[in-house]
T-cell receptor, first 115, second 112 residues
Framework: EPEVTQTPSHQVTQMGQEVILRCVPI?????FYWYRQILGQKVEFLVS????????KSEIFDDQFSVERPDGSNFTLKIRSTKLEDSAMYFC?????????????FGSGTQLSVL | QKEVEQDPGPLSVPEGAIVSLNCTYS??????FMWYRQYSRKGPELLMY????GNKEDGRFTAQVDKSSKYISLFIRDSQPSDSATYLC????????????FGPGTRLSVLP
């Protein structure tokens, strides 16, 4: 079965450093998403991306965050100047269409630890 | 009132038991209702997907949606130790953006 792949599985960084989290969505999918889950809390929407631009973003997705599709297969989340509170599991997801009558597939996540 | 509420558990049951997991919600605009299973340190995996009110069955799993009560349920029959995971309800309007909301999850342990 096709799957969403995320790298790295774990990332440790110092506060103030920049990190890039990488994702390879399912190949025929057109819509890409980032979610995060702080330990013990619910999964939260960050951003959706389609046709090389952001479709929608949440309040969490402030100026320190950016997304990019640098080539035909990768989808990245960049966090500039990381803060302690950015420590969380970050999930990439993709769907063929944006509408919720199409299923959403999640990657296994990148555990980000900011020290 | 939180948008989606779910008993966090943990819920422990013996192998073979019937498990009932529930969520309540407040936003009447939700039309799509999903259950995801999440193993530790893994991404959510879609288990069941229903549109509007009604029941849906898939193997040992049955999902029920009662939009009039704003209440959804997942039943697991003949539970197995491999079912031990966190179960997340999720619901949405017509797209996966801001209007796609997860519950906090219920941690389930099925004891052999």
């Amino acid at each position: 079965e096709p799957e969403v792949t995320q790298t790295p599985s774990h990332q440790v960084t110092q506060m103030g450093q920049e990190v890039i989290l990488r994702c390879v969505p399912i190949s025929n999918h057109l819509y890409f998403y980032w979610y995060r889950q702080i330990l013990g809390q619910k999964v939260e929407f960050l951003v959706s991306f389609y046709n090389n631009e952001i479709s929608e973003k949440s309040e969490i997705f402030d100026d320190q965050f950016s997304v990019e599709r640098p080539d035909g297969s990768n989808f990245t989340l960049k966090i500039r100047s990381t803060k302690l509170e950015d420590s969380a599991m970050y999930f990439c997801a993709s769907s063929e269409f944006r509408l919720t009558n199409e299923k959403l597939f999640f990657g296994s996540g990148t555990q980000l630890s900011v020290l | 009132q939180k948008e989606v509420e779910q008993d966090p558990g943990p819920l422990s049951v013996p192998e073979g038991a019937i498990v009932s997991l529930n969520c309540t919600y407040s936003n009447s605009a939700f039309q799509y209702f999903m259950w995801y299973r999440q193993y530790s340190r893994k991404g959510p995996e879609l288990l069941m997907y229903t549109y509007s009110s009604g029941n849906k069955e898939d193997g040992r799993f049955t999902a029920q949606v009662d939009k009039s009560s704003k209440y959804i349920s997942l039943f697991i029959r003949d539970s197995q130790p491999s079912d031990s995971a966190t179960y997340l309800c999720a619901m949405s309007g017509d797209n996966y953006g801001q209007n796609f909301v997860f519950g906090p999850g219920t941690r389930l342990s099925v004891l052999p």
